[in-house]
């Protein structure tokens, strides 16, 4: 994939506008998850280092086109600055006077966060001339913001065509990552997937039955694919329409490819009710819920990621989030943590792969955490994404 990089770039004494992805959780107050935040800290570090005026772009939640207060980035500026070590201004806007202003004193090495872009209706319209107004207040644009890069925003998309651009460090990083487990993965190539709903990541796994040697399924996924072979998952989550699951059994058996499902599982009457949380076979899980796959089912996966080249870890085995119900998702984590560390590449597809991963403690150990979401699976799924393809 032709981009160019940010060493390409000239940014000394440049104002360098850089869209990063800081949309980080809040529990009272408080950022409660860091790690969009962590990831950002690379590329402003490399800017800063080389006395560019950085002026940072971003979205905070859902404001719906108007001000909100609640979603501010001024904690997230005060959070980058106690991170980086540096001061980092902020200005109460993202255009206009309050944006000017600010940039006007900026000098080499300086940063500068402003304010929530979703604050005006025109950036998720991706309206030309804000983005215009956005491009008058930099010299160069930077996007670094991989996770957003699936929309085609004013900040994400538009501003790229009127300066000259570059991709981030994070940005460089998950396309090189992505696009090396879909160009080139060295096989044996084992994807371990879960998540809720075969019919949303229906696009991803037709895509990937053309590369994979083959699949460790769990979750929700996991039992519509054996509810379509006619096995009972009693109350279990599932799609209702199995059309789609006969869809990716009859991919897989035409292609070759290697299709594990759970042979038992981890049950219990309801999700609340842990302490009758037991082991059975696929066969026998009656009214209850399937919350995890089972040991036997753990070990076999384990030992089909053992000797995979590339793995692609894009979904948890079951709901994780329990004590009860997690020992599925971590013996596959540390399945792949230990093919990774004798020279395996692995990629965490982002979403509740990466959450899963970071809770139960192997994402340090993985070769690549996406931090997408949306932006992953569609580029997984081969999709062209907007703020890619501006950069190109």
């Not at 440049?14 to 950002?40: M, Q, S, T, W, Y």
Request: aromatic share 4%.
């Amino acid at each position: 994939m032709a981009f160019r990089r940010l060493e390409e770039l000239d940014v000394r004494g440049k104002r360098v506008l850089v869209r990063e992805d800081l949309n980080v959780p809040f529990i009272n107050g408080a950022i409660a998850d860091p790690a969009r935040i962590d990831a950002a800290l690379p590329t402003l570090r490399w800017l800063h280092d080389r006395d560019a005026r950085t002026i940072v772009l971003s979205h905070l939640g859902r404001p719906g086109g108007r001000p909100n207060p609640a979603l501010s980035l001024r904690p997230v500026a005060q959070a980058l600055a106690d991170r980086l070590g540096l001061r980092v201004a902020f200005a109460e806007d993202c255009v206009g006077e309050p944006a000017a202003r600010a940039i006007a004193t900026m000098a080499g090495g300086d940063l500068l966060v402003l304010e929530n872009v979703r604050f005006h209706p025109e950036e998720e319209r991706d309206d030309p001339a804000f983005a215009r107004r956005l491009a008058e207040l930099g010299d160069l644009y930077v996007n670094d913001a991989f996770a957003t890069a699936h929309r085609a925003h004013a900040s994400t998309e538009g501003i790229a065509h009127l300066l000259p651009s570059a991709a981030g460090l994070l940005m460089e990083a998950e396309l090189d990552a992505l696009s090396r487990i879909l160009k080139h993965p060295e096989k044996p190539f084992v994807c371990a997937i879960g998540g809720a709903k075969i019919k949303d990541k229906l696009g991803l796994l037709r895509q990937l039955s053309e590369l994979v040697t083959g699949f460790c399924v769990g979750g929700g996924m996991a039992n519509t694919l054996l509810a379509a072979q006619g096995v009972n998952v009693g109350r279990s989550l599932r799609d209702d329409d199995l059309e789609p699951a006969r869809g990716v059994l009859d991919i897989c058996k035409e292609r070759g490819v290697a299709l594990g499902l759970p042979s038992d599982a981890v049950v219990a009457p309801s999700l609340d009710a842990s302490a009758r949380a037991r082991v059975v076979p696929i066969g026998d899980v009656g009214g209850e819920m399937i919350l995890d796959i089972g040991p036997a089912t753990a070990r076999a996966y384990a030992e089909t990621i053992a000797s995979a080249k590339t793995i692609l870890f894009n979904g948890p085995m079951g709901v994780y989030e329990q004590p009860a119900y997690r020992a599925g998702t971590q013996a596959v984590g540390d399945a792949i943590a230990g093919a990774t560390a004798r020279g395996a590449v692995s990629v965490v597809g982002g979403g509740d792969a990466a959450a899963a991963a970071h809770m139960l403690g192997f994402a340090s150990q993985m070769t690549h955490v996406s931090t997408g979401g949306g932006a992953t699976l569609e580029f997984l799924e081969g999709t062209t994404l907007p703020g890619v393809a501006a950069l190109e």
